[in-house]
């Protein structure tokens, strides 16, 4: 419990001072509804607010996943893993091709990464569409290679990236 006093300590001290973390050490039941509070909360307070703020995170959450998918889907490229390798050559995939896809699925999540982080909107939509077209492609290889419960599974980060892409668009909207 005191490496996670100290953790919290030190988060607070960096985003809200040293005052913030003093007053909320008395009563950690206090510091979780200020923390409710400071992440759901809007002017008009109603549960509409609520369920906003949750879909929010929830996104925040996907774009972490996503982004995490995809830049290791594309590393493993980059660096030539002898499974992906053997897998993409079987399809006529040469070495350059492979690096292309590679290179192209890790910028596609660092752009993806940025406009989440700097919440940019253009940025976030082309760095999801770009993701979901490498895993797009993916999948429909893993289905051309006869694999069809992998390749259902494989649809997964699809659905979730255009899940995505549907929120980006809604909350930007939203916020305009």
């Known amino acids: 419990m005191k490496k996670v006093d100290t953790l919290l300590k030190w988060i607070f001290d960096r985003i809200y001072g040293h005052y913030f973390y003093q007053s909320i050490k008395v009563n950690k039941l206090k510091f979780l509804a200020s923390l409710w509070r400071e992440l759901f909360s809007s002017n008009e307070g109603n549960i509409n607010s609520t369920i906003e703020g949750i879909l929010k995170v929830i996104h925040h959450l996907l774009i972490g996943i996503i982004t995490l998918l995809s830049f290791a889907a594309g590393s493993a490229k980059v660096m030539h893993n002898p499974q992906e390798v053997q897998f993409l050559q079987s399809f006529a995939f040469n070495d350059f091709a492979i690096s292309l896809y590679g290179v192209l699925q890790v910028l596609a999540a660092l752009v ?60 930007d909207n939203e916020m305009t």
């Open 112 to 171: 993806l990464a940025g406009g989440a982080l700097f919440n940019h909107r253009r940025a976030k939509l082309t760095g999801a569409a770009i993701v979901v077209i490498g895993f797009f492609i993916s999948s429909g290889l893993i289905f051309a290679s006869g694999a069809l419960g992998f390749a259902l599974a494989s649809l997964l980060p699809v659905v979730l990236t255009l899940f995505i892409i549907k929120q980006a668009a809604t909350f």
